[in-house]
Every structure is written in structure tokens, then in C-alpha cells.
Nanobody, 125 residues
Framework: QVQLVESGGGLVQAGGSLRLSCAAS????????MGWFRQAPGKEREFVAA?????????AYADSVKGRFTISRDNTKNTGYLQMNSLKPEDTALYYC?????????????????WGQGTQVTVSS
């Protein structure tokens, strides 16, 4: 089992920045990828970004956040990060951290085996 706890959400004005953190515990050696998803009220959960946990060299981003968000991880701290810059009101959502232990598609939420509880990000205009 892998446990994930997100932090760092909050209220920010448009154009501002936030950094989300995802602390992993348990069988962290089994993590293959870490991803971030978000879900706005009345909308489906959508992929935001993903990173290969051990190499850190392979990343993927949704088109809507490319160039504004950066995913990273620190294996020594068992923590993943999502740096969000130039935030827009449409980025408002509950952000989830997820960990996958299988080789699969980064953008597919079914490829992830463990999920955090989510952290709220609200961007005001």
C-alpha cells in the first residue's frame, strides 16, 4: 500500500502561484509514476501532469497547463510537487495526487492505484 497526502492548496488571485506537495509513505519503492489530476464542480476528473517516479526525466502535461505548471519529485523525501504559475480562474478545482505502480498511460486515471484526499485550489479573477 502507498499513502498519499496533498498540501499547499489555497486561495490565490489570477496570475499568482502555488506549489502543491504530495507526501508518499508506505511501499514507496513500488511507485512507477506520480500524477496530478483535478476536478472542478460538475466536471469530470482530468489529467494535469505526471512524472516517472524514479528517473524523474519523463514528464507529461495537459495542454491546458503546459508552460505554466511544472511537476517534480524528491525521492529522498518521498514527495512530489506541482508548481503552478500564472494561475487562471479556470484552474480552480480540487487537485489530487496519484501514484501508479504499473507501466501504463500517464494520462489515464485508471493507471493509478493510489490516491490522496485532494487539496482545494481556488483562483479568483
Amino acid at each position: 500500500q502507498v499513502q498519499l497526502v496533498e498540501s499547499g492548496g489555497g486561495l490565490v488571485q489570477a496570475g499568482g502561484s502555488l506549489r502543491l506537495s504530495c507526501a508518499a509513505s508506505g511501499r514507496t519503492f513500488s511507485i512507477y509514476r506520480m500524477g496530478w489530476f483535478r476536478q472542478a464542480p460538475g466536471k469530470e476528473r482530468e489529467f494535469v501532469a505526471a512524472i516517472k517516479w524514479w528517473s524523474g526525466s519523463s514528464t507529461a502535461y495537459a495542454d491546458s497547463v503546459k508552460g505554466r505548471f511544472t511537476i517534480s519529485r524528491d525521492n529522498t523525501k518521498n514527495t512530489g510537487y506541482l508548481q503552478m504559475n500564472s494561475l487562471k480562474p479556470e484552474d480552480t478545482a480540487l487537485y489530487y495526487c496519484a501514484a501508479g505502480v504499473r507501466v501504463s498511460t500517464d494520462t489515464d486515471y485508471t493507471a493509478y492505484d493510489y490516491w490522496g484526499q485532494g487539496t482545494q485550489v481556488t483562483v479568483s479573477s
